[in-house]
């Protein structure tokens, strides 16, 4: 094989597998305060305040769909729940979260335990179909935030319309920068090298034949 095909076949090669490693990345939270007749459970108490975040790709991968109604998805880290700034261990049951469409009206459900769940109240955080779903940043008005499952009598649902809204933000929060962004910019640079020795080769190829 000429070996500028090889170059060229490498700097192509890297330049793509870097450039994949720059999937937007979004996190997404909502804080409020819960009423005075808030039942007390892990995830609340009369008065005190809350907040959740987590991370999540723009477009996410959809473990199953149905189309005008929801997606569930696995493509989600760092999921914190907070309760009175000390966070709340939360593991997803089955790995997933559901989101909604406005027909539905829950911009998303998290199951927490069998029968336990944190559901928003609002629009949809998302555009497209639901088989390909795109999740869009911005400011989105909640009307309230439910838990399913812990009743004023430890059954059925508690509403509390003491959320403010979901916001959706492009990029990592502050802190270290990730593993995988540092292995997209040596990429970016080793890419950027087989460029410079392919014009290198170039050139020199060139001079031999007086152009």
């Excluded at 609340?44 to 991370?55: C, K, L, Y």
Aim: glycine share 12%.
């Amino acid at each position: 094989m000429p070996r500028k095909a090889v170059y060229v076949g490498l700097f192509f090669f890297t330049l793509m597998t870097a450039v994949s490693g720059f999937a937007t990345t979004l996190t997404v939270s909502e804080s409020g305060i819960w009423g005075p007749d808030a039942p007390v459970t892990p995830y609340s108490a009369p008065g005190d305040f809350w907040s959740f975040s987590f991370e999540i790709p723009a477009q996410p991968a959809v473990l199953a769909y149905t189309l005008g109604s929801n997606f569930q998805t696995g493509s989600f880290s760092d999921f914190q729940f907070t309760l009175n700034g000390a966070i709340t261990p939360v593991t997803p049951v089955n790995g997933y979260i559901t989101f909604t469409s406005a027909a539905v009206g829950e911009p998303f459900q998290m199951f927490t335990a069998p029968g336990v769940a944190l559901i928003p109240l609002g629009p949809p955080l998302y555009t497209g179909p639901e088989s390909s779903p795109t999740i869009v940043p911005g400011s989105y008005p909640m009307s309230k935030i439910v838990i399913s499952g812990f009743g004023r009598d430890g059954t059925g649902y508690y509403s509390g319309p003491f959320g403010g809204p979901i916001d959706i933000t492009s990029g990592n929060p502050p802190g270290p920068v990730p593993e995988d962004s540092t292995a997209a910019y040596l990429l970016l640079a080793i890419s950027a090298c087989l460029a410079d020795r392919f014009l290198r080769h170039k050139t020199a190829i060139h001079a031999r034949l007086g152009r």
